[in-house]
């Protein structure tokens, strides 16, 4: 079964009459989809709406309570509140490490791959690289605990004996903090490196074959030939990462913190967690919640219309 | 095809940094087997450095699954990743077909419409209220339904129908075959690659989620396999009087257990994947 | 080929006809769907037990349990029992539903006062005497803790005694030819040795003398390995409220605190302290003490003199002794003790305030706690079933059987507490001459802050982890001392915390702890 991936002009579609028939079996399809989205995406978006501006209580429930004064209470709150810069800044730091040195370390990696031209090894190395995806966050919590402890774990042990001297990876907040965005890396690369090597295995051979008659070097058409056959790749993978750049990875830091790290790897979605649920002020929770939203579609709108001047975009 | 393989070193050094990125994955994952086979006193003995167990024992497993409920817990997690995935994939396969046809009325609309949710979340509160309000907490529903469909799968899955030669359709449109005759016998059929992706994304995901099923379980024997994971590693921290703290290699031995099921599916589908989660995100 | 299409369809067709029945919901475990609205109606018909939601139990109870069946014979109800792993956000989440249980467990005084602003909490006042025995078993002052306007909103849990001090390898401290120290300086003299000395054998400069955990002073038992230090320099932990020179305080705000924090960095920069405190949880920190990684521990007799502990931490070296030390370690500002929080450690049961409306239930809720008061439930929550369990004779001597050891999570299901000595000494015979030294001999210092309300506008828990944090800095040097008083300004300035000590005084005025 195979079938050729080809795109046909638009103009053919247009003038065809049975253009709209179809829609109903259409509208059918998207019918559960659609309820789904409504009820459990779009809902929610409501919901926090109206209990940010509120003083959420459980008894009155959402429609009930009292809305805050002013109604901005709770965004006013968390804005001059002293921990509004080190969780943004936190944040911000966390989550484009993990942007900017994942995308570059997967591309690297699929080049890397795809130069390799003993199979086996090839696919022995793919496989074990996207491995760590498969893992949770509770999985790789505690393998870091066994490696990285500093008086009894394995890197640490090797560190004495090499070196005289540990590292406190689990203790010392920026340290723990390169230990978050290195397992984040380590979880990621091997399964986003999939969708560059998807990529430049597309590339016409031809462009390869030309470019050695000419007497270019391997290296010379990785940069020539490879990298700017997968940009628009690139561009699109880092529209897509600049929506969620507040998200530095609520599940990962959540599972993997400890008190003495909070001053470098609190984040926004951690602490509206704790706020919410367990001091129990779930307005000021929804709030900074939605804050993040707004700020992350600002991003991606804007990226988007930035990354249209390179020819790509999401929408 | 290109075989210049004349040089040497450049092929050489490229072989050895992927052994040793090989090695850097391989490694940690080995740890941690190697430490669930191990004794716990002869892991002590060893001072925690057990790369290769020098004594073997299934002891760590056997306390595992004497584990409260941990059956039902290992089941439950089997469930929704097979039911749910199954659910996941047709939901999305359907409003992903629809959503590619260009003759879609309101196209822009609906694509809007889903790709929206990609980046306004409600956040975890109202989440949480909706989910209840819809009657799903304390069942293995509530981790089904409220990720039917995932905005950023749909997006792929769209991409790879949007991409399908349109050839395809025509001939089947001149037969006078319905759209969900094309989809079902038509389309499907050579689409396989992103069925394939798209279960293997959503199976990882119900595998490992762990913080729906905190949230919205709270009945012992519904949990899934990650919470009682969770639980498990958190107890080591508990001071409580007669708490019974899982040792080490317990705590391995539930690791393992708890990741090399998901890790075993990947091969099977490892030829489709690499081609759907290609043609799916290269844009049209 | 046409194969695939049709197992492909028959799939499709199977999942079609699930969707389409989507709101029931496609689980084959689906259950009752609202917990809290079917007991109403099964509580009239009269030979049904009536159900009782007891939400937040912070231990799984095995499906091989004895206890909680025995309880439900007893009382003719049929206890529904979810449990937490003791983590308030599942509580929080119900409570935000509306889905609010028949009897939860509330983990802090300042989340009880959250809910009764919400109106959530039942008053127990006017039930009082319907259940004299509860009443009977707290003291005015236990009472005062769960009171807010006059009303009482919550059963508290009888306190544990302390079970904290010092503990040191006793085989180290003969090795060395010395004594349990009386002071700071012998104590850092006996640290370095035990660095210096490579008493585990190993060839490796790899012990650290001093070690133990660290986190917040409500969170756990054994919660402190710098507890020796603060107590014996007259303070509590860090981030909780103490009482000095009739007035509530910040612990550390007060000049001892730095001094305290000062000895703490002597020691740090003898290097005799585990950089990993923080990270510790019990079984790292086992490990460590069983491979000869350290020789000193702060911390609980439950958490190192437990049977099965004792053979964990005689594993690698089998003629290690870790036991208390019995002489405490003084200074001009105190002597080295333990704190406890005056308001008891744990969480208190808390009533829906809706089971007004369900006379029958109420009813036997409260006959269920007062049930929970008497000595009979006491032996049954603690030891488990007479003649299986335990045995008692007719002088009320409990003697403990073998099958006792399987009710670990005992402490889960003790739901107002347990007579605390009576308890240990009995389960952990074991270590009974250092579980009545923890709890005789070695000094509490009390902290007050449990007590005290959230005042509008500050967040206390986001001051008591940034205190925390802070404080580890300046312990382990990533802030130096000279910033000390910089860092106590940003307290009062960024995190208001004088609004919380004024909260502190005016409560713990009321309450009588202070003129």
Same mark, same amino acid.
């Given at each position: 079964?195979?079938?050729?991936?080809?795109?046909?002009?638009?103009?053919?579609?247009?003038?065809?009459? +049975?253009?709209?028939?179809?829609?109903?079996?259409?509208?059918?399809?998207?019918?559960?989809?659609?309820?789904?989205?409504?009820?459990?995406?779009?809902?929610?978006?409501?919901?926090?709406?109206?209990?940010?501006?509120?003083?959420?209580?459980?008894?009155?429930?959402?429609?009930?309570?009292?809305?805050?004064?002013?109604? %901005?209470?709770?965004?006013?709150?968390?804005?001059?509140?002293?921990?509004?810069?080190?969780?943004?800044?936190?944040?911000?730091?966390?989550?484009?490490?993990?942007?900017?040195?994942?995308?570059?370390?997967?591309?690297?990696?699929?080049?890397?791959?795809?130069?390799?031209?003993?199979?086996?090894?090839?696919?022995?190395?793919?496989?074990?690289?996207?491995?760590?995806?498969?893992?949770?966050?509770?999985?790789?919590?505690?393998?870091?605990?066994?490696?990285?402890?500093?008086?009894?774990?394995?890197?640490?042990?090797?560190?004495?004996?090499?070196?005289?001297? $540990?590292?406190?990876?689990?203790?010392?907040?920026?340290?723990?903090?390169?230990?978050?965005?290195?397992?984040?890396?380590?979880?990621?690369?091997?399964?986003?490196?999939?969708?560059?090597?998807?990529?430049?295995?597309?590339?016409?051979?031809?462009?390869?074959?030309?470019?050695?008659?000419?007497?270019?070097?391997?290296?010379?058409?990785?940069?020539?030939?490879?990298?700017?056959?997968?940009? &628009?790749?690139?561009?699109? $993978?880092?529209?897509?990462?600049?929506?969620?750049?507040?998200?530095?990875?609520?599940?990962?830091?959540?599972?993997?913190?400890?008190?003495?790290?909070?001053?470098?790897?609190?984040?926004?979605?951690?602490?509206?967690?704790?706020?919410?649920?367990?001091?129990?002020?779930?307005?000021?929770?929804?709030?900074?919640?939605?804050?993040?939203?707004?700020?992350?579609?600002?991003?991606?709108?804007?990226?988007?219309?930035?990354?249209?001047?390179?020819?790509?975009?999401?929408? | 095809?290109?075989?210049?393989?004349?040089?040497?070193?450049?092929?050489?050094?490229?072989?050895?940094? !992927?052994?040793?990125?090989?090695?850097?994955?391989?490694?940690?994952?080995?740890?941690?087997?190697?430490?669930?086979?191990?004794?716990?006193?002869?892991?002590?003995?060893?001072?925690?450095?057990?790369?290769?167990?020098?004594?073997?024992?299934?002891?760590?497993?056997?306390?595992?699954?004497?584990?409260?409920?941990?059956?039902?817990?290992?089941?439950?997690?089997?469930?929704?990743?097979?039911?749910?995935?199954?659910?996941?994939?047709?939901?999305?396969?359907?409003?992903?077909?629809?959503?590619?046809?260009?003759?879609?009325?309101?196209?822009?609309?609906?694509?809007?419409?889903?790709?929206?949710?990609?980046?306004?979340?409600?956040?975890?509160?109202?989440?949480?209220?909706?989910?209840?309000?819809?009657?799903?907490?304390?069942? !293995?529903?509530?981790?089904?339904?409220?990720?039917?469909?995932?905005?950023?799968?749909?997006?792929?899955?769209?991409?790879?129908?949007?991409?399908?030669?349109?050839?395809?359709?025509?001939?089947?449109?001149?037969?006078?075959?319905?759209?969900?005759?094309?989809?079902?016998?038509?389309?499907?059929?050579?689409?396989?690659?992103?069925?394939?992706?798209?279960?293997?994304?959503?199976?990882?995901?119900?595998? &490992?989620?762990?913080?729906?099923?905190?949230?919205?379980?709270?009945?012992?024997?519904?949990?899934?396999?990650?919470?009682?994971?969770?639980?498990?590693?958190?107890?080591?921290?508990?001071?409580?009087?007669?708490?019974?703290?899982?040792?080490?290699?317990?705590?391995?031995?539930?690791?393992?257990?708890?990741?090399?099921?998901?890790?075993?599916?990947?091969?099977?589908?490892?030829?489709?994947?690499?081609?759907?989660?290609?043609?799916?995100?290269?844009?049209? | 080929?046409?194969?695939?299409?049709?197992?492909?369809?028959?799939?499709?067709?199977?999942?079609?006809?699930?969707?389409?029945?989507?709101?029931?919901?496609?689980?084959?475990?689906?259950?009752?769907?609202?917990?809290?609205?079917?007991?109403?109606?099964?509580?009239?018909?009269?030979?049904?037990?009536?159900?009782?939601?007891?939400?937040?139990?912070?231990?799984?109870?095995?499906?091989?349990?004895?206890?909680?069946?025995?309880?439900?014979?007893? !009382?003719?109800?049929?206890?529904?029992?979810?449990?937490?792993?003791?983590?308030?956000?599942?509580?929080?989440?119900?409570?935000?539903?509306?889905?609010?249980?028949?009897?939860?467990?509330?983990?802090?005084?300042?989340?009880?006062?959250?809910? %009764?602003?919400?109106?959530?909490?039942?008053?127990?006042?006017?039930?009082?005497?319907?259940?004299?025995?509860?009443?009977?078993?707290?003291?005015?002052?236990?009472?005062?803790?769960?009171?807010?306007?006059?009303?009482?909103?919550?059963?508290?849990?009888?306190?544990?005694?302390?079970?904290?001090?010092? +503990?040191?390898?006793?085989?180290?401290?003969?090795?060395? &030819?010395?004594?349990?120290?009386?002071?700071?300086?012998?104590?850092?003299?006996?640290?370095?040795?035990?660095?210096?000395?490579?008493?585990?054998? &190993?060839?490796?400069?790899?012990?650290?003398?001093?070690?133990?955990?660290?986190?917040?002073?409500?969170?756990?038992?054994?919660?402190?390995?710098?507890?020796?230090?603060?107590?014996?320099?007259?303070? $509590?932990?860090?981030?909780?409220?103490?009482?000095?020179?009739?007035?509530?305080?910040?612990?550390?705000?007060?000049?001892?605190?730095?001094?305290?924090?000062?000895?703490?960095?002597?020691?740090?920069?003898?290097?005799?302290?585990?950089?990993?405190?923080?990270?510790?949880?019990?079984?790292?920190?086992?490990?460590?003490?069983?491979?000869?990684?350290?020789?000193?521990?702060?911390?609980?007799?439950?958490?190192?003199?437990?049977?099965?502990?004792?053979?964990?931490?005689?594993?690698?070296?089998?003629?290690?002794?870790?036991?208390?030390?019995?002489?405490?370690?003084?200074?001009?500002?105190?002597?080295?003790?333990?704190?406890?929080?005056?308001?008891?450690?744990?969480?208190?049961?808390?009533?829906?305030?809706?089971?007004?409306?369900?006379?029958?239930?109420?009813?036997?809720?409260?006959?269920?706690?007062?049930?929970?008061?008497?000595?009979?439930?006491?032996?049954?929550?603690?030891?488990?079933?007479?003649?299986?369990?335990?045995?008692?004779?007719?002088?009320?001597?409990?003697?403990?059987?073998?099958?006792?050891?399987?009710?670990?999570?005992?402490?889960?299901?003790?739901?107002?507490?347990?007579?605390?000595?009576?308890?240990?000494?009995?389960?952990?015979?074991?270590?009974?001459?250092?579980?009545?030294?923890?709890?005789?001999?070695?000094?509490?210092?009390?902290?007050?802050?449990?007590?005290?309300?959230?005042?509008?506008?500050?967040?206390?828990?986001?001051?008591?982890?940034?205190?925390?944090?802070?404080?580890?800095?300046?312990?382990?040097?990533?802030?130096?001392?000279?910033?000390?008083?910089?860092?106590?300004?940003?307290?009062?300035?960024?995190?208001?915390?004088?609004?919380?000590?004024?909260?502190?005084?005016?409560?713990?005025?009321?309450?009588?702890?202070?003129?």
């Amino acid at each position: 079964m195979h079938m050729p991936i080809r795109k046909i002009p638009e103009k053919s579609l247009r003038i065809q009459w +049975y253009r709209l028939k179809p829609q109903g079996a259409f509208m059918l399809m998207m019918l559960p989809g659609l309820v789904f989205y409504f009820i459990y995406l779009y809902l929610p978006i409501g919901a926090a709406l109206l209990v940010s501006i509120k003083d959420y209580g459980v008894k009155s429930g959402i429609f009930n309570s009292p809305i805050a004064s002013p109604w %901005y209470k709770h965004f006013k709150f968390f804005v001059q509140s002293p921990y509004f810069w080190p969780l943004l800044r936190n944040t911000m730091l966390i989550s484009m490490a993990k942007m900017l040195l994942g995308i570059p370390l997967a591309v690297a990696l699929a080049i890397l791959l795809n130069e390799c031209r003993v199979n086996k090894l090839k696919r022995a190395v793919q496989t074990l690289t996207y491995m760590p995806h498969f893992l949770s966050w509770v999985v790789i919590y505690g393998m870091c605990f066994v490696l990285f402890s500093e008086t009894n774990g394995l890197i640490n042990d090797w560190l004495r004996s090499l070196t005289g001297s $540990t590292v406190p990876f689990l203790t010392n907040p920026s340290v723990f903090r390169n230990l978050i965005i290195g397992s984040d890396l380590w979880k990621s690369t091997g399964w986003s490196a999939i969708i560059y090597l998807a990529a430049i295995s597309g590339i016409d051979p031809q462009l390869y074959e030309a470019a050695y008659i000419d007497g270019a070097s391997r290296a010379k058409t990785i940069w020539h030939i490879t990298l700017p056959s997968i940009t &628009n790749v690139i561009v699109l $993978t880092l529209i897509l990462r600049c929506g969620t750049i507040l998200n530095a990875g609520f599940d990962q830091v959540y599972v993997m913190y400890n008190e003495g790290v909070y001053s470098t790897v609190d984040i926004i979605d951690t602490w509206v967690f704790r706020t919410g649920f367990e001091n129990f002020n779930l307005s000021l929770s929804s709030a900074v919640g939605l804050f993040k939203s707004v700020i992350s579609f600002i991003m991606i709108v804007t990226v988007n219309q930035l990354s249209r001047h390179w020819g790509e975009s999401l929408w | 095809m290109v075989t210049y393989s004349k040089n040497r070193i450049y092929n050489f050094s490229v072989n050895t940094i !992927l052994v040793l990125i090989g090695l850097i994955c391989f490694f940690p994952m080995l740890y941690v087997v190697s430490v669930s086979l191990t004794p716990y006193e002869e892991y002590l003995r060893q001072g925690g450095i057990v790369l290769f167990p020098t004594q073997f024992t299934f002891e760590a497993y056997r306390q595992f699954w004497k584990e409260p409920y941990i059956m039902q817990c290992f089941n439950n997690t089997v469930f929704i990743t097979v039911f749910g995935t199954m659910c996941n994939i047709f939901v999305t396969i359907l409003m992903a077909y629809a959503l590619s046809r260009k003759n879609l009325i309101f196209g822009k609309f609906f694509t809007f419409y889903c790709l929206t949710p990609l980046l306004i979340t409600g956040g975890v509160v109202p989440t949480y209220l909706i989910v209840r309000n819809t009657g799903l907490l304390n069942s !293995l529903s509530a981790l089904i339904i409220p990720t039917l469909v995932s905005p950023y799968i749909l997006l792929i899955t769209r991409t790879f129908f949007a991409n399908i030669d349109a050839s395809l359709y025509e001939s089947a449109r001149i037969d006078g075959a319905g759209e969900f005759r094309i989809l079902f016998f038509i389309i499907l059929p050579v689409s396989l690659p992103i069925i394939a992706t798209i279960g293997l994304m959503y199976g990882v995901a119900h595998w &490992n989620q762990y913080f729906a099923s905190l949230m919205y379980i709270s009945d012992s024997a519904k949990r899934t396999l990650q919470v009682v994971l969770r639980e498990m590693l958190n107890r080591a921290s508990s001071m409580e009087s007669d708490v019974v703290v899982p040792t080490r290699t317990l705590q391995m031995a539930g690791v393992v257990v708890s990741a090399v099921p998901i890790i075993l599916v990947y091969p099977f589908l490892q030829k489709h994947f690499t081609q759907g989660i290609m043609l799916g995100a290269i844009k049209g | 080929m046409k194969k695939r299409i049709v197992v492909l369809m028959l799939c499709m067709v199977m999942l079609l006809t699930v969707a389409c029945s989507k709101p029931p919901g496609p689980s084959p475990t689906q259950q009752v769907g609202e917990p809290s609205s079917t007991p109403e109606e099964t509580a009239g018909s009269s030979d049904e037990p009536i159900v009782i939601n007891l939400f937040g139990v912070p231990t799984t109870i095995p499906e091989t349990d004895p206890v909680i069946p025995e309880l439900e014979a007893r !009382l003719g109800i049929d206890l529904n029992i979810e449990s937490t792993g003791g983590d308030e956000s599942l509580l929080v989440s119900r409570l935000a539903g509306g889905d609010i249980p028949d009897v939860f467990r509330v983990t802090t005084i300042s989340n009880l006062s959250a809910y %009764y602003k919400d109106s959530v909490l039942l008053n127990l006042k006017d039930y009082m005497d319907e259940m004299p025995n509860v009443r009977d078993m707290f003291t005015e002052q236990q009472w005062a803790r769960v009171e807010f306007d006059g009303g009482i909103y919550g059963i508290p849990r009888r306190p544990e005694e302390n079970y904290n001090c010092w +503990y040191i390898r006793k085989d180290w401290l003969d090795a060395l &030819n010395k004594e349990d120290p009386a002071t700071f300086d012998e104590l850092l003299d006996i640290a370095i040795a035990m660095n210096e000395a490579d008493l585990d054998g &190993n060839g490796k400069n790899d012990t650290y003398a001093i070690s133990g955990t660290y986190g917040p002073a409500v969170s756990t038992f054994g919660r402190g390995a710098f507890e020796g230090f603060w107590t014996a320099y007259g303070v $509590t932990n860090p981030e909780t409220i103490m009482i000095k020179d009739n007035e509530a305080v910040l612990s550390v705000t007060l000049p001892e605190f730095r001094y305290a924090t000062e000895e703490i960095r002597r020691f740090v920069e003898a290097g005799v302290v585990d950089p990993e405190i923080i990270a510790n949880n019990l079984d790292s920190l086992h490990e460590k003490m069983a491979t000869g990684k350290t020789g000193i521990c702060y911390g609980a007799w439950s958490t190192y003199s437990k049977i099965d502990q004792i053979k964990t931490l005689t594993s690698v070296f089998p003629d290690a002794e870790w036991l208390p030390m019995r002489k405490q370690i003084k200074t001009d500002y105190g002597v080295s003790g333990a704190t406890q929080s005056r308001s008891g450690n744990d969480a208190v049961y808390a009533i829906n305030a809706d089971l007004v409306d369900q006379p029958k239930k109420l009813d036997a809720v409260i006959n269920m706690f007062n049930y929970m008061a008497t000595e009979e439930c006491d032996l049954l929550l603690s030891f488990g079933i007479e003649g299986e369990h335990y045995e008692i004779d007719s002088n009320g001597t409990v003697t403990k059987l073998d099958k006792m050891d399987e009710l670990t999570y005992g402490w889960g299901i003790q739901f107002l507490g347990r007579p605390d000595m009576l308890y240990c000494m009995t389960k952990f015979d074991n270590c009974a001459d250092i579980i009545e030294y923890c709890a005789n001999e070695v000094k509490v210092y009390y902290h007050y802050g449990q007590l005290v309300e959230q005042p509008e506008g500050i967040n206390i828990s986001d001051i008591e982890s940034y205190i925390l944090e802070q404080v580890s800095q300046f312990i382990y040097g990533t802030r130096g001392m000279d910033e000390w008083d910089s860092f106590i300004d940003s307290l009062y300035s960024a995190y208001s915390i004088q609004t919380y000590v004024d909260a502190a005084n005016e409560t713990l005025k009321e309450l009588g702890y202070i003129n």
